[in-house]
């Protein structure tokens, strides 16, 4: 094997390392994005087994994203997984604590779920969802921003009730340019940027650096794993050192 | 032992305060976050934005990033107060208590632009990103 083969090799191999941290920053940022409080903190009623949503609450917001997104709790996960980038392997996405978290709570911010909630006669019915929404399960403030629409966002075919901003956090692949390797994770909400780094009238709210600086390690940890493992495997029998910087 | 971020704030605050030039040009102020809304204009914000904590074998460091921001109702002021608070902070010895500084030094700027505020007045919004190192007691 020649010399450039296995630098491609290990770049390749580094470059998909990349791609990895870049999902752990994505699911960093969506823990740290804030999410528009909506729905009310009393217990709701009609839904047994699961626990009130309460958007202050990281552990719940963990599991909501997790319910949706990807079925893994984050919480642990990274745990297990940091331990995996300590030991040399490659992270696995946990599938183990699929069922702990039913999908009940991104699809409670489903607005056809409100309604068929109101038609099912599982909650008290009002005239309209969007005009007169159920108090119950709606904070005021709440309750003015589905009836405005100004908390409404569509993906996927269905109208959810806040957390756009953490929706619409993606990781990109990873690309190569040149002797550069990329991974970007973006925020394309159009308010993210005022979230980020903050207005006259708005506090910040940083998620995106946060999640970067605290994933800082463990991206490096994937790297350097994965470029020892591209040089072992590649039998090529040389001493090489590599230093991975980040 | 770990401390927190706190003592790096008032460190930057002192910082800041230290500079004549800097106290003199702005008139509203250093404020954590957000500034009251009849705070007058030039004011400065400063916030936390990320604090995670490095483990070594014989050390520990907290690496901390903090945004400084300059509000301004003309560009120029703008510009010429950020640029004060970088000659103030870049490469600058913080004093803390029970944390010796590491590094202090500008990464980035923010990609702000100007805004409107609850007068119908154009401020604009510069700053940067200021990376802080600093170890922990006893580490």
Redesign the interface.
Known sequence: MTLESLAELIFQAATEALGTGAKLVEAGAKRHAPVRSVFAGTPQPHIEGHEQEDEDDPSTRYAIYNDYMRPINIGETMSKRTALVKAGRPPQWDTTSQNEHAPVWWRQRRLGHLQSMRSSGLVEPKRNIIDEPMKDMLSKRGAYEVRSKRAAWSTWGHVHIGGRLRGEIYSLSPSINGHRAEAWVISPTPYA?FQE????????H?FL??A???S??EVVGLIRAAVAEAARTSGSGAAIEIVVRL | MTTSSAPIKRAIVQKLRASPSLVSAIAGGIHE???PRKVRYPFI?Y?L??A?Y?YTWSAVFL?T?F?V?V?AENPVDANNIDALITTALNEAVLVMDEQSNMLCRRVSD???GP?I??EGKR?Y?VGG?YSIWTEQPGG
């Open positions: 940027k780094f903050g207005t006259r009238h708005n506090v910040a940083p650096r946060p970067a600086e605290e800082r390690e | 976050g957000i500034a914000t916030q934005v990320a995670p490095s690496m990033t945004d921001s509000y923010l990609p702000t805004d505020d609850s401020i919004q990103s």
